[in-house]
């Protein structure tokens, strides 16, 4: 069986996309990053693409004029890459439905909390506001509402007192960075499978 071909979209550091890359080039993901496209030309995670000798491939939004012309580009990017599986790395974009369903169970994202505690783009604000105990990350197939869909990895982190938006961020950064291996390492051994927008996961053999 060949690796599973991945395409990562982001629009900043590329932090996540880093720990994918590199956990396929050691071999533990049975997949290949096949490009990663950046919204945005100065994101500082397409160098790191382009020193792993992978495409990196700059589509801006604000050249389109809706949101459905922006992705069409960039779904016809991943086709000629032969694309399996795409994968959302800070990507800063909401995606449509067109996009979405396009893709149904072959987008994956990741997002820095709990689901479904703490949507959005304030998570640690919110969960400090909000005195909770733990917080953490979640891996899960996107669907068109935001930040929703099957959840397939989750890695919890304790809020410590005297937690500011930035500490909590880098633990939970951290958490990130293994949890994404570990749905992808998951999905490329065929042992996810989504029942009734539930992911359920089979033994390794």
């Known amino acids: 069986m060949s690796d599973l071909k991945i ?9 996540n996309m880093a720990s994918i890359i590199e956990a396929c080039e050691r071999g533990e993901i049975s997949a290949q990053v096949a490009c ?5 030309a100065d994101a500082k995670g ?4 382009k020193a792993h000798n992978i495409p990196a491939i700059v589509i801006p ?4 004029e809706d949101r459905q012309s922006f992705e069409e580009v ?5 086709t000629e890459h032969n694309v399996q599986l795409v994968c959302l790395a ?3 974009r909401l995606l449509t439905a067109w996009f979405t369903e396009r893709w149904t169970d072959r987008i994956v994202n990741i997002h820095p909390s709990l689901l479904p505690s703490f949507k959005g783009t304030k998570t640690h604000k919110e969960a400090l506001e909000y005195g909770a105990k733990i917080t953490g990350c979640t891996v899960h ?5 935001m930040d929703h869909g099957p959840i397939i990895v989750q890695k919890a982190v304790p809020i410590l007192e005297g937690d500011t938006e930035e500490t909590l961020g880098q633990r939970v950064l951290q958490e990130e960075h293994k949890a994404y291996v570990e749905a992808l390492k998951m999905i490329a051994d065929n042992r996810v499978n989504i029942i009734d927008e539930r992911v359920f996961i ?4």
């Open 36 to 40: 990663v496209i950046s919204n945005k």
């Open 90 to 92: 800070g990507f800063m």
């Open 61 to 64: 939004h604000k050249n389109y």
């Open 46 to 49: 397409l160098e790191f693409a």
């Open 74 to 78: 960039i779904d016809k990017v991943l």
């Open 202 to 205: 089979t033994q390794a053999l």
């Open 141 to 145: 197939f996107l669907r068109a509402e």
């Open 7 to 15: 395409g990562i979209l982001i629009s900043g550091r590329g932090s």
